[in-house]
Nanobody
Framework: QVQLVESGGGLVQAGGSLRLSCVVS????????MGWFRQAPGKEREFVAA????????YYADSVKGRFTISRDNAKKTVYLQMNSLKPEDTAVYYC???????????????WGQGTQVTVSS
């Protein structure tokens, strides 16, 4: 059974931190890129971060650069998103997804998780 399961979301005050995890099962993982996207109420889904299969190639949205870090553990088939200095505008449902290449383009991603809610209070 194919599953991408996100966890680690929650309610945090502005300036705080959260670490999201996404565990992949039923799919190849170590040779694929992974990405994080988010969707706020009433807004389009937007790119957050992407990571190549080896962990050396990374891309970030300008809005999170310097605050968020994407990483992976291929042995655990898990991708992480460390989020620091959180702002109320980071409030959204966060999704992980798999791709053949690290990219900001959602259509390149073939499998998606169900999402985890992140709420940042001011």
């Amino acid at each position: 059974q194919v599953q991408l399961v996100e966890s680690g979301g929650g309610l945090v005050q502005a300036g705080g931190s959260l670490r999201l995890s996404c565990v992949v099962s039923g799919l190849a993982f170590s040779s694929y890129a992974m990405g994080w996207f988010r969707q706020a109420p009433g807004k389009e889904r937007e790119f957050v971060a992407a990571l190549g299969w080896s962990g050396t190639t990374t891309y970030y949205a300008d809005s999170v650069k310097g605050r968020f870090t994407i990483s992976r553990d291929n042995a655990k088939k898990t991708v992480y998103l460390q989020m620091n200095s959180l702002k109320p505008e980071d409030t959204a449902v966060y999704y992980c997804a798999r791709s053949t290449r690290p990219t900001m383009v959602p259509s390149w991603y073939d499998y998606w998780g169900q999402g985890t809610q992140v709420t940042v209070s001011s």
